[in-house]
């Protein structure tokens, strides 16, 4: 079965330091892997997405996640933190069940960005 | 990207009253949807998966008489949730996803609906 685990559910960083959201997944299978940005009260937002091209993806607002097969890692870096980075992000895999193609999320990476 | 609307975005409710939440894909067909639900300062949690025209296939553990979906356009879907109680309070997110069950296809989220129940 599939499964993520997000290490670190707080992060905290300066305005312009770099940020590193870890993200490990478990896949019987070539995983399609995800992260989504949440702010408060808001539904999820699509920052990029691994589907089996490219093992570095770039998505959106500066973000970018490195696939490691040998690690099972699917971390999220941006090069220097914004105010307005400052939201949950969750890394998510794509998982067969019953049939059905359905996103499995992870327990989610509060960060918060302080100048 | 696909646009996905919810409505209500917030609900406050009495308890034992029933409560309709809708989904609505507004530029693509969604032959997929969703539901999510999401606690605070948690993880979002799958409740069902719909296809359109056919009964949705819920997660274990989810009670398909208290959450009712139905999923009977191309372009909307709705969950009922059925006499709530206080602990049924919770942020409630669709998503929704065209093309077949058997490809991968991204799913693209609504903004949520806030359900609060006295």
Redesign the interface.
């Known amino acids: 079965a599939q499964s993520v685990t997000q290490l670190g559910s707080h992060v905290s960083v300066s305005e312009g330091a770099l940020v590193l959201l870890r993200c490990n997944y478990s896949s019987s299978v070539p995983p399609y892997l995800f992260w989504y940005v949440q702010y408060p009260n808001q539904g999820l937002q699509l920052l990029l997405k691994y589907t089996s091209a490219a093992t570095l993806v770039k998505g959106i607002n500066g973000f970018e996640a490195e696939f490691k097969k040998s690690e099972t890692s699917f971390h999220l870096t941006k090069p220097s933190a914004h105010m307005s980075d400052a939201a949950e992000y969750f890394c998510a895999v794509s998982a067969w069940s019953g049939g059905y193609n359905k996103l499995i999320f992870g327990a989610g990476t509060r960060l918060a960005v302080h100048p | 990207?696909a646009v996905?609307s919810?409505h209500p975005s917030r609900v406050i409710c009495k308890s034992g009253t029933s409560v309709k939440i809708e989904c609505r894909s507004l530029d693509f067909q969604a032959t997929?949807m969703?539901w999510y639900r999401q606690f605070p300062?948690?993880?979002?949690m799958?409740m069902a998966?719909s296809n359109e025209g056919s009964k949705a296939?819920y997660e274990q553990g989810v009670e398909k008489d208290k959450f009712l979906i139905n999923h009977a356009s191309l372009t909307l879907s709705t969950l009922t949730v059925t006499s709530a109680h206080p602990e049924d309070s919770s942020?409630y997110?669709c998503?929704a996803r065209s093309g077949l069950?058997?490809?991968?296809?991204?799913?693209f989220?609504?903004?949520?609906t806030?359900l609060t129940v006295l």
């Open positions: 990207g996905v919810q997929t969703f300062k948690q993880s979002l799958l998966t296939t942020f997110i998503s069950g058997t490809s991968y296809n991204e799913q989220f609504g903004p949520g806030r």
